[in-house]
């Protein structure tokens, strides 16, 4: 029995009170793998931004808002794990200035100044040692080429392909590369399904032991 991390869904960086940038996600693959890996018998942790799922009882779900929270308890938790699945879509901008009360309309144009979050997989992947990473890279272009540099800046044993249409969908298409970029195995078909077929790659070649 393995204990894998896994992050899903998207974070929530907020400029006022009320309004917040996020980005497409609803946490459907993340339980899907959360249930897939139960099933093989592994521990599982989740950190999970805002979603409207509900996760297996068995798995421990730790809620975040933003990416630097769901840095923040990834940093906790990874040193007692095995393995990270990066499912989550965290929002990769914040406001420079988070305004303590709501912004009010004046009928000019307003300009908000963004600097990047930290990527929570690049950053766990730098720190990995002996653990073993897993990505996912949404791409509407030269996906695998895309995904290959993705899983090399990431240290990701093997990065998951997909397209946008996987986005608030009951189903997936993914391809799974590994680090020099071979095609390892592709699923189509029901969120469930696809993340069985993830879970039975990770089991074979990074847990060791075939499902
Ligand atoms: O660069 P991109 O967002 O396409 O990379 C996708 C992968 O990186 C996913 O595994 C996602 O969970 C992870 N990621 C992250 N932290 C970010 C942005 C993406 O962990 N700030």
Excluded at 78 to 104: M, N, S, T, W
Excluded at 121 to 139: M, S
Aim: hydrophobic share 40%; net charge neutral.
């Amino acid at each position: 029995m393995s204990h894998l991390l896994l992050t899903s869904g998207p974070t929530r960086q907020y400029l006022d009170p009320v309004r917040y940038l996020t980005n497409a996600s609803s946490g459907r693959m993340g339980k899907a793998l959360a249930e897939a890996a139960l099933d093989l018998s592994h521990e599982v942790t989740i950190v999970s931004g805002p979603v409207e799922v509900t996760y297996p009882l068995r798995a421990k779900v730790i809620p975040v808002v933003t990416t630097d929270e769901m840095l923040a308890a990834c940093r906790e938790v990874f040193p007692h794990c095995d393995g990270l699945i990066g499912a989550a879509a965290p929002c990769d901008y914040r406001p420079v200035v988070v305004e303590p009360g709501k912004i009010q309309k004046t009928g000019q144009p307003l300009t908000l100044q963004l600097v990047e979050t930290p990527d929570i997989v690049a950053t766990l992947g730098a720190e990995k040692q002996a653990r073993w990473v897993v990505g996912f890279a949404l791409e509407t272009d030269d996906a695998r080429f895309r995904a290959i540099v993705k899983a090399e800046k990431k240290c990701c044993d093997l990065i998951v392909v997909n397209g946008p249409e996987a986005m608030h969908s009951t189903h997936n298409q993914v391809e799974i590369l590994d680090r020099q970029g071979n095609v390892v195995a592709g699923f189509r078909g029901t969120k469930e399904g696809v993340a069985r077929g993830i879970l039975r790659v990770i089991q074979e070649r990074l847990i060791g032991v075939k499902a």
